[in-house]
C-alpha cells in the first residue's frame, strides 16, 4: 500500500478515506462504493450534520434543485437551522444511501443520480427512487436493492 494511502495511527476511517481523494467511504461490500452507511459526502459539522452544499455541488445541483431531489420545500435547505432538523437531514442521508448502493452498477456517481431520478422500478408499478423516498418509501427501496444485489429478480 501506498504511504500516502496508509492511515496515520489513530485516524478514523472517515478521515482515512478523505485522504484517498474521493470523500466518500465504502457503503458495504459488492453493493457500491461512494457513501458510507450513513451517506457522510465530503463532510460533515462538528454535530455530524449533513453539509448540505457539499452535497449539492456533488452532484451539481443547486440547494432548490436537491430539495426537490429529495421531496422538501426549498426553504429546507436554504435556511441553515431547517438544513440541520433531523427530517431534512434523513431525507437526504436516504438519497445518498440509496445513491450509493447503485453507484457501481450505474458507471458512477452522476449516473446513479440519474437513475435515481429517472428510471422506473417494475416492482413499485413503474415508480423511481425519487417518488418513492418522497413518500417516505426509502427502506422499500433499500430492501429492494438488497433484493437485487443478492441475485434476487428485478
Known amino acids: 500500500m501506498c504511504p500516502m494511502l496508509k492511515p496515520k495511527p489513530g485516524a478514523t476511517a472517515r478521515k482515512a478515506n478523505a485522504r484517498r481523494g474521493s470523500g466518500f467511504a465504502d ?3 459488492g453493493i457500491g462504493r461512494g457513501f458510507d452507511a450513513l451517506g457522510a459526502v465530503a463532510e460533515r459539522d462538528e454535530h455530524d450534520n449533513l ?5 449539492a455541488d456533488r452532484f ?3 440547494k432548490t434543485q436537491l430539495a426537490q431531489t ?3 420545500r426549498p426553504e429546507s435547505l436554504q435556511r441553515a437551522k431547517r438544513a440541520t432538523a433531523p ?3 434523513t431525507r437526504v442521508t436516504e438519497m445518498l444511501e440509496i445513491v450509493g448502493r447503485v453507484t457501481a452498477w450505474a458507471g458512477g456517481e452522476k449516473q446513479a443520480m440519474a437513475w435515481y ?8 408499478g413503474g415508480r423511481t427512487a425519487e417518488a418513492l423516498v418522497k413518500d417516505g418509501q ?3 427501496v433499500r430492501d429492494y436493492l438488497d433484493h437485487v444485489a443478492t441475485g434476487g429478480f428485478a
Open 51 to 55: 453539509l448540505i452544499d457539499r452535497v
Open 117 to 124: 431520478r429517472a428510471e422506473p422500478i417494475p416492482a413499485f
Open 70 to 72: 429529495v421531496g422538501l
Open 87 to 89: 427530517r431534512t437531514q
Open 60 to 62: 451539481g445541483m443547486s
Open 138 to 140: 426509502a427502506a422499500a
Open 27 to 29: 457503503l458495504s461490500p
